[in-house]
C-alpha cells in the first residue's frame, strides 16, 4: 500500500504524514496496549525516512517499557505511537490515519493477555505472545 497517508490526533495539535507502503495492521492485545486504549491497540508501521510529524512539540513520550516508548498528543491524550529501541521504524496507531486507508489487519499478538469481554474471530494468524 504505498502512496501518501495523512492523520492526526483528536484535537489536531499532532499532524503526521507517511510517503510509501505501510505495513498491516498488527493489532496487539498486551496488557500495556490495553490499559493505554481501552480496547487493544492497533497499529501500522512505517520508515521513519518516510514519516513527517507536524507539531512534535505536542508529543510526549512514555517509556513503557525497557525496549519502548509511547508517544501521545500532551494536549487531547490521544496515543499516536510506539517506537522500538533502535529501531528505525515508528508504529502509528491505524485510527489516527484519514479514510481511506486501505489497511487492514495481519496478526494479533499477545492474545493470550486479550481482555476477557471479546473474543478474536477474523480469521486472521494469533499468537500468544508475540510473533
Given at each position: ?51 513527517t510529524v507536524e507539531g512534535g512539540d505536542n508529543v510526549t ?71
Open positions: 500500500m504505498g502512496g501518501e497517508h495523512r492523520g492526526h490526533c483528536l484535537c489536531g495539535a499532532v499532524r503526521l504524514r507517511t510517503v510509501g507502503p505501510l505495513s498491516d495492521v498488527v493489532a496487539c492485545h498486551c496488557s500495556q496496549c490495553r490499559r493505554q486504549t481501552g480496547h487493544f491497540y492497533a497499529a501500522t508501521s512505517v520508515r521513519d525516512d518516510r514519516l513520550w512514555y517509556r513503557a517499557s525497557e525496549a519502548a516508548s509511547r508517544g501521545f498528543c500532551r494536549t487531547c491524550g490521544s496515543a499516536l505511537f510506539w517506537k522500538g529501541d533502535g529501531s528505525d521504524y515508528t508504529s502509528i496507531l491505524a485510527g489516527a490515519f484519514e479514510r481511506p486507508t486501505g489497511l487492514r489487519i495481519g496478526v494479533h499478538i499477545f492474545c493470550a493477555d486479550k481482555g476477557d469481554y471479546y473474543e478474536i474471530a477474523d480469521g486472521v494468524p494469533q499468537f500468544a505472545q508475540g510473533r
